[in-house]
């Protein structure tokens, strides 16, 4: 059994591991969907408002009604999936903002799971519906709960600059878990970096372990090797010091690019910190992969490697279709430049929060008073005759509907445009 | 042929593979976009409002039908139920209780257990078909049946013979299951008798997870607070606030103890006395054993006259003559006082106590016992970590009984 197949078993591969196409179709399917959702909902409140007025005029138009309604249908413009991902991506910069905030600033890994949090909730879930802003507190506070850096609510809300109440932070826990599919466990590159840095620390002392397919080389031909590449991007003054100075940089990019672009989705964790190491020194990255897969490749190799016994390099199909893989992947995160230092981006981002404002699912706003108002009501636990596990929360869920409707009655009696009408459609 | 790391499938349900849920999340998108008003599965009242994981949800939470109660603690209510279109296949069903006093969302040892059983598939560690939640944000777990109640009951019961085949069948699963935690970068971090449960086909399976974490990164402090008392090692109780997966082997060595003399080996009433209880009996812990043990925060220094030399293999074979000389060797090799020094669970798989005569049982011929579904009911209620009080008083009458 090799590393693979372990991972193979693992929920970020099962659940959260994607081609280009198939992410490219979820989003676009969630987005339709949101869409759809939002236009209804925009609908019912429009609904809402012109029967009010209806009633306060008196006899109302039929006709002038439905050219009314045509128009501003036709204005309900929603987000495309690339907005949306947009959002997201500034939204998972903030994560990374607020993490910093708190005394100390929370550990990398838990911020970097709240981000993949926000990214997988979104993958079936529209901004048009929940606001990132709303979920974001949350998935950090979920990611403290799940990475072994708890803190309490009180506390964590209390680090949040601005009002933010802990009902606040908590309120969508359930939904964020719910989008999560209830896996938890996120598997980040930075312990495969660890590893690496260590592995090739130890060559560069004479202390290298040969791969078990090559056993004819010594620690001093490792060490001879790694002495002998290229040079490094930014001259420095020891293999030691290069060795630390591509570890940092690899990290940054690991916690930057990696968080924010799809690399998560498309590759797996080792594949993602090669490719960031890549970026960060390329010749010690790929002494790295000769380590270990053998054989240079390079497009101006035409044939396969051969070793000194004229055999061909029996990992050379591995290594080609990595160093495929890993171009792919350090390309994209090379492409990325963070939102908040880029102006172009920045009124992009501008604009698209400018449409969200006008089409913001109405209905699902306020979370956390969505909330209040369902654990203030009395459980309506009813277990049917059956034991069936449906009839029960469908009864329940029935019961809340029931009487969410009635409150929103008894509130919109104090508005000013007097109580909603829209009891009808209940009942349509 | 040695025990495959893997053991054999266990034949209960199927899980639903990881392909299935992505297909279905993009039919239930697609469905419920075009037709909002029908969908696959008949249900009394169709909402068209519903969030897509929402759906999902629903979906998944009408694949199962609760039939009965089996359990109820202060964290949880199991009940035994099967999978809505087979009657046949049997799930237990754990629905985490709301604590009203905890109001920073879900718990943590459903947290906990959640993460890790979502990752950790393996013969021999308790299967997490579905997580699913009613509408009133309670959280049911989908696990594995498993009727044939935990260790503890086969252990306590003094109607059941078994010899050490048995114990090296019991054994043998119960490795292969801390084995693959270890690989997944996990640690159970609560092993002992009743988190030992059985299958009807008498595979063992490791359950609880409430305590489970992830092996921190170096230098990155973790609790000493784990592990269920009798079962917790050394460093443990010296208060070590790093440390690895050797912690869980040393309780396994206290459960292949426990196993070979039917009471638990080192049963301390405070954790004070468990230190001298395992000064006792495996010797005293001093840096010349195991260096740095002096500086464990915990740590106290025995007197000259009260050291006790540290265990050798005779005293293994002499106080568990039923292992034989090859299985006292594996013994002591799980139960070194430097976790530095002990096995671990690669290691312990390949030792060749295993692969010596007797072999183990075949999982059909293992002794078994009946009343299991309400065995597994208390088990799958009691929190992580939690001490279960009757197990202690009735563990200490045995304890009295045995030093008669």
């Known amino acids: 059994m090799i590393e693979d197949d372990i991972y193979r078993t693992s929920s970020q591969y099962r659940l959260w591991s994607y081609t280009e196409p198939s992410l490219q179709s979820l989003r676009a399917t969630t987005n339709a969907v949101a869409s759809e959702r939002v236009r209804a909902a925009l609908r019912r409140s429009r609904e809402a408002h012109q029967s009010t007025a209806t009633s306060e005029a008196g006899t109302p138009l039929p006709e002038s009604n439905t050219e009314v309604k045509n128009r501003d249908e036709k204005d309900v413009e929603c987000l495309t999936p690339e907005e949306e991902l947009v959002l997201v991506r500034y939204y998972c910069e903030k994560t990374l903002e607020l993490g910093e905030t708190y005394k100390p600033p929370l550990p990398t890994m838990v911020r970097a799971t709240a981000i993949q949090y926000l990214r997988r909730f979104y993958l079936t879930n529209s901004p048009m519906t929940y606001h990132p802003k709303s979920i974001m507190a949350c998935a950090l506070f979920v990611a403290t709960k799940t990475d072994n ?23 969508p826990e359930f939904l964020l878990m719910q989008g999560l599919r209830f896996t938890f466990d996120v ?12 592995e090739l620390q130890a060559i560069a002392q004479g202390q290298g372990q040969p791969a078990p397919h090559l056993p004819h080389e010594t620690a001093e031909d490792l060490q001879q090797g790694l002495l002998s590449i290229a040079p490094p991007p930014v001259p420095s003054s020891s293999m030691s010091d290069r060795i630390a100075r591509a570890h940092g940089t690899t990290r940054e990019l690991l916690k930057s690019a990696a968080q924010m672009t799809d690399a998560y989705f498309l590759y797996t964790p080792s594949q993602i910190w090669f490719s960031a190491f890549l970026l960060a020194d390329r010749p010690l990255a790929e002494f790295l992969l000769d380590v270990k897969l053998g054989g240079p490749v390079t497009a101006t190799i035409p044939a396969p490697e051969t070793d000194e016994n004229g055999l061909v390099n029996p990992l050379y199909e591995i290594r080609s279709k990595l160093h495929h893989v890993l171009t792919e992947c350090s390309a994209l995160l090379q492409s990325y430049t963070p939102l908040s230092s880029d102006p172009a981006q920045m009124k992009n981002l501008k604009r698209i929060a400018k449409k969200l404002y006008h089409c913001q699912n109405p209905e699902k706003v306020n979370l956390a008073a969505a909330q209040k108002r369902e654990s203030t009501q009395p459980s309506t636990a009813v277990q049917s005759d059956a034991g069936v596990v449906t009839s029960e929360s469908e009864t329940e869920r029935l019961a809340k509907k029931r009487k969410l409707e009635q409150e929103q009655k008894v509130r919109q009696e104090d508005d000013v445009f007097g109580p909603e009408l829209v009891t009808q459609r209940t009942k349509q | 042929m040695a025990l495959s790391p893997f053991g054999s499938r266990s034949p209960s349900m199927t899980v639903h593979s990881p392909n299935t849920a ?16 029908s969908a696959a599965v008949s249900r009394p009242v169709q909402n068209g409002d519903r969030e897509l994981t929402e759906q999902l949800n629903i979906d998944v939470r009408e694949r199962y039908v609760k039939d009965k109660k089996v359990g109820e603690g202060t964290y949880a209510v199991v009940y035994v139920g099967h999978l809505r279109h087979d009657p046949s296949s049997l799930v237990a069903i754990k629905k985490i209780k709301v604590n009203a006093e905890y109001k920073d969302g879900l718990a943590m040892d459903a947290v ?7 990752e950790l598939k393996h013969p021999n560690v308790i299967a997490l078909h579905d997580v699913f939640s009613s509408k009133d944000q309670n959280l049911s777990l989908v696990l594995e049946f498993l009727p044939g109640g935990d260790l503890e009951m086969l252990i306590k019961d003094s109607d059941i013979h078994y010899g050490v085949a048995d114990i090296k069948a019991w054994m043998g699963m119960l490795a292969r299951g801390v084995w693959w935690c270890h690989e997944n970068f996990v640690l159970h971090r609560d092993i002992k008798p009743n988190n030992l449960l059985i299958a009807s086909d008498g595979e063992v399976k490791l359950a609880d997870f409430g305590l489970a974490r992830s092996f921190a990164d170096p230098l990155f402090n973790m609790t000493h607070q784990v592990i ?36 638990p080996f080192v049963a301390g009433n405070t954790d004070l006395d468990q230190t001298s209880k395992i000064c006792e009996a495996f010797g005293t812990p001093t840096e010349e054993n195991w260096p740095g043990v002096s ?16 265990q050798g293999r005779d005293f293994f074979m002499r106080q568990f003559p039923t292992a034989g000389p090859v299985g006292a060797d ?20 390949r030792h060749n106590w295993w692969t010596i005569e007797p072999r183990p049982t075949r999982n059909e011929d293992l002794p078994r016992k009946s009343g299991g579904t309400k065995k597994m009911g208390d088990d799958l209620t009691r929190r992580g970590g939690e001490l279960d009080e009757g197990m202690f008083k009735s563990a200490a009458r045995q304890l009295d009984f045995g030093m008669k």
């Open chain 2, 330 to 349: 594996l013994l002591m090799s799980m139960c070194a006082l430097d976790p530095r020094k002990r096995s671990t669970a690669v290691q312990c798989l």
């Open chain 2, 295 to 310: 500086k464990l925060p915990y740590y106290i220094a025995t007197d000259k006259a009260h050291l006790v030399p540290l």
């Open chain 1, 187 to 198: 598997r980040h590159p930075f312990r495969g970096l660890e590893g690496g840095v260590m």
């Open chain 1, 149 to 171: 850096y708890y803190i309490s609510l009180r506390q964590f809300a209390d680090g949040i600059p601005g009002d933010t109440t802990t009902e606040d932070v908590i309120a």
């Open chain 2, 22 to 37: 992505i297909r279905l999340r993009a039919t239930a998108a697609q469905k419920s976009f075009t037709e909002p008003a």
């Open chain 2, 112 to 118: 906990r257990e959640v993460k890790y059983l979502q």
């Open chain 2, 228 to 263: 269920t008392r009798w079962y917790r090692p050394p460093e443990l109780l010296y208060g070590a606030r790093q440390y690895s997966g050797a912690v869980d082997i040393w309780s396994m060595g206290m459960v292949f103890a426990e196993l070979l003399l039917r009471v």
